[in-house]
């Protein structure tokens, strides 16, 4: 089998991804933006590839030789436009299969924005000849940590528009799980998708209640309304389209429509999904 190359290997999913493929003896490649991010990636000995989205000529290079592609792509504006360009440059490369990372809900008749936008995107995968595997993983327990994390910390408390409404978390390490053994073997999961959940499906007040356990200090949920959400999401810098977005999947879930559970992980993985009181309990020391 040739080179698998992995988009996004520095972030959440593709770190782990790159980990695991290079666990299993397969010949990974780490696509970085830059050559700064490159550095970790040589400590591991794994090769990388820098590929920047908008530059169709880096794409060129990072696919030559390149059989198997996880195509995760960041979450800015552009991704809408660059999803199709890179498929199509992948193909011209001599890709032989495409492990493409979407969301769950994502369709082109959806009622939400980046559910439609990652649906165009898998819309053109499947359009395009290649042989595929969609991924649609539903939002991450790392979350938490990574942009909950400060204030969990610092106030003891989670601030979200969300209501009581229920959202099945899923563990990155879960999802990187499932995305190795595809990338693996694709023939066993040619033209699937999988939706990918954790075991249960959780409101906020059950997640501050699990941390307030875990690292001992009380911690409570404050369900805040949307303008104060979105001023708070601006004070940070964040970019209009991006504060969008964030609105839309919250009303998803403070509407009820992020809970659902699937088997996935179990099946492809071969291992039951990471509960929210395991994660928490592997990352306490993240919140103190």
């Not at 698998?4 to 999913?13: D, F, P, Q, S, Y």
């Not at 409404?165 to 053994?181: N, T, W």
């Not at 941390?211 to 805040?224: A, E, F, M, Q």
Request: charged share 20%.
């Amino acid at each position: 089998m040739g080179k698998i190359l992995v988009t996004g290997a520095t972030g959440n999913i593709g770190s782990q991804l790159v980990l695991r493929l290079k666990e299993n003896n397969l010949e990974v490649i780490a696509g970085v933006s830059s050559l700064s991010k490159a550095g970790r990636f040589s400590k591991q000995s794994v090769d990388t590839a820098i590929l920047n989205f908008a530059q169709p000529d880096s794409l060129k290079t990072a696919f030559d030789g390149v059989d198997r592609l996880f195509l995760l792509l960041p979450l800015v504006e552009p991704m809408g436009d660059w999803g199709p360009r890179v498929i199509a440059a992948a193909k011209k490369a001599g890709v032989q299969f495409i492990l493409r990372s979407s969301g769950l809900g994502a369709g082109l008749q959806t009622d939400f924005e980046l559910g439609q936008v990652h649906g165009r995107i898998d819309q053109a995968l499947m359009d395009s000849g290649l042989s595929y595997t969609i991924v649609r993983p539903n939002s991450f327990m790392q979350n938490y940590l990574n942009y909950f994390g400060g204030m969990i910390k610092d106030q003891q408390s989670i601030f979200l528009p969300q209501g009581q409404g229920r959202i099945s978390l899923i563990d990155v390490r879960d999802i990187a799980a499932v995305d190795a053994e595809i990338l693996a073997s694709p023939e066993k999961h040619l033209e699937k998708t999988y939706d990918l959940t954790g075991p249960e499906a959780l409101n906020n007040e059950d997640i501050a209640l699990i941390l307030s356990r875990v690292i001992g200090k009380p911690i409570t949920y404050v369900d805040i309304d949307e303008p104060t959400a979105r001023q708070g999401l601006a004070q940070m810098g964040m970019p209009e389209w991006n504060i969008r977005l964030m609105e839309s999947l919250n009303r998803r879930i403070k509407l009820g429509m992020t809970a659902e559970t699937t088997h996935w992980v179990r099946m492809v993985a071969g291992r039951p999904p990471t509960t929210f009181e395991e994660f928490a309990r592997d990352h306490g020391d993240g919140w103190k």
